[in-house]
């Protein structure tokens, strides 16, 4: 924001002087200043003014809000985006606040390079007004890209990744992007989508997004997923979001060894749902929390549409908690989650559901930084615990040669629940601590069970929580801007016989959600 000196000098015609003591200590302290030679910085000024306004109160109402430099952006929008923080501003504090929270609003848009915000007098007929004049630069280059190469340790793949995305196209501060995701042995992925934050009388951002996605699952559970999706946003706010899903799926077994279960539900399938979103996060930081809490809910109900839908609920939450202990800059980070999903419908007791929708658990993801649902548990891979079922039998090649056992298909879970808790600290060098580099011991449980396919009537409470899988470990963190390096030992404390749990040292790459 910028007061220049003439509407700085209109602006103190508003406001009353407290006593002239006030006014004598300002004069001694600029005489002080020019015996110096140097002349107050206008910083100090206005931190000066804006102290005294802190002090006392001047009516002041917005008369007027001017909006200069646009050239392709609408000037509707940046009036819906300012208006509401300025329509309740009846004093010159209020009005002060109310234009840094408009530049912050602007700036999100991500469509301008600068954002000015200055207010003038208003007109002499009419006292204590004033006018909101806004600047704004829009960006030189509506067009950026970017492009990478990615890791991902635990299910031993590289993925070459870009994007590419064109700002303000219509006016609207509509952001186009274009991605695109070659996975060596898993991921194929290919999307185009729109985000609009304003679009007339919506006062919500307006979202869609049209996906081409290929995963191979045949190391896991023994089937390739081809996927054809819709995405639109139809609300979204600062703790609600609620979006339309429709998708054509494709499941496919190239090997031929699938498993029973997954041999069921090979073939084309057709998803039509609703996916409802809570989240409060009030965390200092995402990558290194030391105080604050976090919450989010996540509904959704599939099968809207005939009797060719895939028809489920789903249900999930994640509860997490950091506190600081005072020393060291400690802090102990504990979280709880929990999900299930369940086929709905008539017969819905020997429904299965759908194997693409279900939990799974392992990997090297941080349970400090995911936040959304039961999924990370370290120590085991990918996929690495849970229901599972033998694959087909190979057959023998030749008279004489014995029958080879290919594995187990890993079934995922229609309930599943995770706990963990992390103890963050400061290493002793100094080096590490000015870094960030810091220091963590964990301990971490889940499990996993299926409910559908006749399966809840035997479904067993005490079962469940005495086949619970653990570890625990230490390791040191490295933190980046954008995502979270683990370098940690891992001890397996519990797992079951078809589990894929492995102590030592592992790696972990994770990014905050």
Not at 3 to 12: C, F, L, Q
Not at 93 to 120: C, H, K, M, P, W
Not at 476 to 491: A, G, Q, S, W
Request: with cysteine; charged share 25%.
């Amino acid at each position: 924001m910028a007061v220049d000196a003439e509407r700085e000098k209109a602006m103190g015609d508003l406001v009353e002087e407290d006593d002239a003591e006030e006014d004598e200590e300002e004069e001694e302290e600029e005489e002080g200043a020019g015996m110096d030679g140097d002349s107050p910085p206008d910083r100090e000024k206005m931190a000066g003014f804006l102290r005294r306004l802190s002090s006392h109160p001047v009516g002041l109402r917005v008369h007027d809000i001017v909006i200069k430099g646009n050239v392709k952006t609408r000037e509707a929008l940046i009036e819906a985006e300012v208006i509401d923080a300025f329509r309740s501003a009846s004093t010159m504090q209020e009005v002060l606040q109310a234009a840094s929270v408009a530049n912050a609003r602007l700036r999100r848009l991500d469509i301008f390079d600068s954002v000015s915000i200055t207010l003038d007098a208003g007109p002499p007929e009419l006292p204590n007004t004033t006018n909101v004049i806004i600047e704004v630069v829009e960006v030189r280059n509506p067009l950026t890209g970017d492009v990478g190469i990615f890791t991902k340790p635990e299910a031993r793949s590289w993925s070459l990744e870009g994007s590419l995305k064109w700002n303000n196209v219509l006016g609207y501060g509509d952001i186009w992007d274009a991605t695109g995701a070659y996975g060596w042995d898993q991921t194929t992925e290919m999307g185009i989508g729109v985000r609009i934050p304003r679009l007339k009388a919506l006062s919500t951002p307006l979202t869609a997004r049209v996906s081409l996605l290929s995963q191979d699952w045949l190391k896991f559970s023994s089937y390739s997923e081809r996927m054809l999706g819709l995405y639109v946003g139809l609300l979204s706010t600062k703790y609600h979001d609620l979006a339309y899903h429709l998708t054509w799926r494709s499941l496919t077994d190239p090997s031929r060894m699938s498993s029973p279960s997954i041999r069921r539900q090979l073939g084309h399938h057709l998803l039509s749902s609703l996916k409802y979103t809570f989240k409060v996060d009030r965390r200092d930081s995402h990558l290194r929390p030391t105080r604050g809490y976090a919450f989010v809910c996540t509904s959704q109900i599939g099968g809207f549409g005939d009797s060719k839908f895939l028809r489920f609920v789903r249900q999930e939450f994640d509860l997490r908690c950091a506190i600081p202990l005072g020393f060291y800059n400690t802090a102990l980070n504990m979280g709880i989650s929990a999900g299930i999903i369940l086929p709905w419908g008539q017969g819905f007791r020997s429904m299965d559901t759908p194997v693409t929708e279900r939990f799974y658990m392992g990997g090297q993801s941080s349970p400090v930084c995911s936040l959304g649902g039961p999924t990370s548990l370290l120590g085991f891979t990918l996929r690495g615990l849970g229901p599972t079922e033998p694959r087909r039998l190979i057959p023998p090649k030749s008279d004489g040669e014995q029958t080879t056992s290919p594995g187990r298909d890993a079934l995922g879970g229609d309930l599943a629940t995770t706990a963990f808790a992390d103890l963050s600290f400061d290493l002793p060098l100094k080096l590490f601590r000015e870094a960030g580099i810091h220091g963590h011991a964990f301990l971490c449980a889940g499990n996993l069970a299926k409910l559908s396919g006749n399966n809840l009537d035997s479904f067993s409470p005490h079962h469940f929580v005495n086949s619970l899988r653990s570890t625990a470990g230490f390791g040191v963190i490295i933190p980046t801007k954008l995502f979270r390096v683990e370098i940690n030992y891992c001890r397996v404390l519990k797992q079951t016989e078809h589990d894929h749990g492995k102590s030592g040292v592992q790696f972990s790459f994770s990014s905050p959600l």
